[in-house]
Nanobody
Framework: VQLQASGGGLVQAGGSLRLSCAAS????????MGWFRQAPGKEREFVAA????????YYTDSVKGRFTASRDNAKNTVYLQMNTLKPEDTAVYYC????????????????????WGQGTLVTVSS
């Protein structure tokens, strides 16, 4: 599976962006997907995850109520809608795919993911 993230850019605080992650391969619909981010000088951290069906989602506390993960399996694409952006959301955002049956409670763990996209930069100005 190859993953291609896009949609990053420069936005003012309070603004919105929608990230997309397009996947190759016919088995995309069987993969749980995650979003992670990495700010300069910091470790990569979990942002959100969505189950293979889209029926379950899981978010880190700092983005709950502001970010929404969704997917369109017919288009092999997963999305991250980001609203009310804050300067602390500035980071490179990565999408990742997990082949296994990934419980949402385990979705924070980077090691649960088998494939990673190249990242897209989100910069939020104050």
């Amino acid at each position: 599976v190859q993953l291609q993230a896009s949609g990053g850019g420069l936005v003012q605080a309070g603004g919105s962006l929608r990230l997309s992650c397009a996947a190759s391969g016919r088995t995309f619909s069987s993969y749980a997907m995650g979003w992670f981010r990495q700010a300069p000088g910091k470790e990569r951290e979990f942002v959100a995850a969505i189950s293979w069906s889209g029926g379950s989602t899981y978010y880190t506390d700092s983005v709950k109520g502001r970010f929404t993960a969704s997917r369109d399996n017919a288009k092999n694409t997963v999305y991250l809608q980001m609203n009310t952006l804050k300067p602390e959301d500035t980071a490179v955002y990565y999408c990742a795919a997990s082949r296994g049956s990934l419980p949402m409670s385990s979705s924070r763990n980077l090691n649960e993911y088998d494939y990673w996209g190249q990242g897209t930069l989100v910069t939020v100005s104050s």
